[in-house]
């Protein structure tokens, strides 16, 4: 579903992402790890046509990405989900509002019904549909990115750091939500993240990058019995374990 | 001797629907030692750091049926006397280096600020003194980091300049509000380190205010859990995982493990938790 070859960007002098390939399955999780500056997220703001100066080749699905061209096809094909839900959302919005927009650009009909069946499936109680994102708590409004991102019915959703803002027991839930509706649409996930659990308990596969180059790719298998390979990878987890082994 | 009592501590501000109480009665004691307060966003536990250093802002009230800091009334203090305890004998860090750096001010210059605050240190020596602290907070250049601005340096160094200017007077108390959120996993155990260093080097008291369950479990001695306003269990930090409260086990339950295999994490009942 997403191909991805020999992928390099650059930001101005600096070459932040070198030689990424990746080839992702329909229906696949995959999970891109690292810490800041790692290139993760830039990885996934040239899939979803937010950075220009790119080179590689880069497919989703029958859609093929061109440097500083919008494919028109691709907002179909992909969505993406962001880390902050109090940024994501347009302030003087409603939740309606969000729901509705990408309905009326892309001129489907039936725009009722299918607002209401999406906050069903998102698990927002109806009495939200016309409250603005302040009156919101954040589980609720990252719940609403999703919604809007599902609206045109993408077949790829791009998540980065889709729970990384939230409380642990609203994490738990938005992470539910995910799996759930991954499994339901058949939908295929590429997540962003630092946090090895998150990935563990969402994930098919992970690429562990650094400095914008992919380290290793492993089975998320490998990761939860801790069997990564490469030096770096090893000391993601070590770090993550380092967190929690006492707990 | 104890080295903070607290006994009831209420923090309140009035709303249009009359006064809202975001700390509902919390008490607890302080010796030289490391002390976790977790909970999540709206428990309550920033406030209750804040209300001990004097910092909740107007019209928010604070009252206390005791706030004992080694022998003098906190609740009583005029902000004066607030101001001259601030960053001698208590201090606080918080969570985003970004945000809480002077970014038109010199490193070097903001460590010093509070030594020339509270001191009477020339200015060669207060240069040593600061020179010597972000030695002891492991930046291996002190002498090039003295003159940078905020914006040319890390997160994490960032964060360990913060360190630096909290404790150069070497406070008997520190209170930590979220010090590692916002840095990446491999510093931050560099950040808890120093801090960890620094409580054994000087005897310090420190509270660690956080929502990450597991680092607090790891660095420190003991952990209150604060759930709406209130301190809803307290235990040592190994035992945590013996926790009691269905609140504690809530939380521990739907964190996500690294050998995860679970196909849904459980999810707290918020309804049945507020009615507890």
């Given amino acids: 579903m997403i191909r991805i070859e020999k992928l390099n960007v650059h930001y101005g002098a600096a070459h932040v992402v070198k030689d990424v390939s990746l080839d992702i399955a329909t229906g696949e999780s995959f999970a891109l790890v690292g810490e800041?500056?790692?290139?993760?997220?830039?990885?996934?703001?040239?899939?979803?046509?937010?950075?220009?100066?790119?080179?590689?080749?880069?497919?989703?699905?029958?859609?093929?990405?061109?440097?500083?061209?919008?494919?028109?096809?691709?907002?179909?094909?992909?969505?993406?989900?962001?880390?902050?839900?109090?940024?994501?959302?347009?302030?003087?919005?409603?939740?309606?509002?969000?729901?509705?927009?990408?309905?009326?650009?892309?001129?489907?009909?039936?725009?009722?019904a299918r607002i209401l069946a999406m906050l069903d499936a998102v698990g927002l109680a109806r009495k939200f549909r016309f409250r603005l994102p302040h009156q919101l708590s954040g589980g609720q409004r990252q719940r609403v990115a999703i919604?809007?991102?599902l609206m045109l019915e993408p077949e790829i959703l791009l998540l980065d750091e889709p729970t990384s803002a939230l409380d642990v027991s609203v994490q738990a839930e938005i992470l539910n939500l995910l799996k759930g509706l991954r499994a339901e649409r058949g939908l295929t996930f590429l997540?962003?993240?630092?946090?090895?659990?998150?990935?563990?308990?969402?994930?098919d596969r992970l690429a562990v990058l650094k400095s914008g180059q992919i380290q290793e790719i492993a089975g998320v298998d490998q990761l939860r019995h801790r069997d990564l390979k490469s030096g770096y990878g090893r000391e993601l987890i070590q770090a993550a374990e380092g967190m929690s082994e006492r707990a | 001797?104890?080295?903070?009592?607290?006994?009831?501590?209420?923090?309140?501000?009035?709303?249009?629907?009359?006064?809202?109480?975001?700390?509902?009665?919390?008490?607890?004691?302080?010796?030289?030692?490391?002390?976790?307060?977790?909970?999540?966003?709206?428990?309550?536990?920033?406030?209750?750091?804040?209300?001990?250093?004097?910092?909740?802002?107007?019209?928010?009230?604070?009252?206390?049926?005791?706030?004992?800091?080694?022998?003098?009334?906190?609740?009583?203090?005029?902000?004066?006397?607030?101001?001259?305890?601030?960053?001698?004998?208590?201090?606080?860090?918080l969570q985003d280096p970004k945000f809480s750096l002077n970014p038109v001010m010199t490193i070097g210059e903001q460590i010093g600020e509070a030594l020339a605050f509270h001191g009477r240190l020339s200015g060669a020596e207060r240069r040593r003194r600061v020179l010597a602290m972000l030695e002891?907070?492991?930046?291996?250049d002190p002498e090039r980091v003295y003159g940078l601005y905020p914006h040319e340096v890390s997160g994490g160094m960032g964060q360990r300049v913060m360190i630096a200017m909290m404790t150069v007077l070497e406070p008997d108390l520190m209170i930590a509000d979220e010090p590692t959120s916002a840095l990446d996993v491999s510093v931050r155990g560099q950040v808890l380190e120093i801090l960890d260093d620094l409580v054994h080097r000087t005897g310090m008291g420190l509270i660690m205010i956080s929502h990450d369950l597991n680092m607090v479990a790891r660095w420190c001695d003991r952990i209150l859990v604060m759930f709406n306003g209130r301190v809803v269990e307290e235990c040592a930090a190994g035992k945590l995982s013996e926790a009691t409260h269905p609140y504690t086990r809530g939380l521990l339950a739907s964190l996500p493990r690294l050998d995860e295999t679970r196909d849904q994490l459980p999810v707290l009942d918020r309804q049945k938790l507020g009615a507890l």
């Fill in chain 1, 36 to 112: 800041s500056g790692s290139g993760k997220s830039t990885v996934l703001k040239a899939l979803a046509g937010q950075v220009s100066d790119w080179s590689g080749s880069v497919e989703m699905g029958d859609v093929r990405l061109e440097p500083g061209r919008m494919n028109p096809a691709l907002v179909r094909k992909a969505q993406m989900v962001f880390q902050d839900p109090y940024g994501s959302l347009h302030p003087r919005r409603t939740v309606d509002d969000h729901l509705d927009e990408p309905l009326q650009i892309h001129g489907i009909g039936n725009r009722d």
């Fill in chain 1, 147 to 149: 919604a809007r991102a």
């Fill in chain 1, 191 to 203: 997540l962003v993240t630092h946090d090895l659990p998150v990935v563990s308990f969402l994930c």
């Fill in chain 2, 1 to 93: 001797m104890a080295l903070l009592e607290v006994e009831n501590l209420k923090v309140r501000f009035p709303t249009e629907r009359g006064l809202v109480e975001v700390v509902k009665g919390v008490s607890f004691s302080l010796g030289q030692e490391r002390l976790g307060i977790v909970g999540e966003s709206g428990s309550g536990k920033s406030m209750t750091g804040r209300a001990l250093l004097g910092l909740i802002p107007r019209p928010g009230i604070v009252t206390a049926d005791r706030m004992q800091f080694d022998g003098m009334d906190l609740s009583r203090l005029s902000e004066r006397a607030f101001r001259r305890l601030r960053g001698a004998r208590l201090s606080m860090i």
């Fill in chain 2, 136 to 140: 002891a907070v492991r930046i291996a």
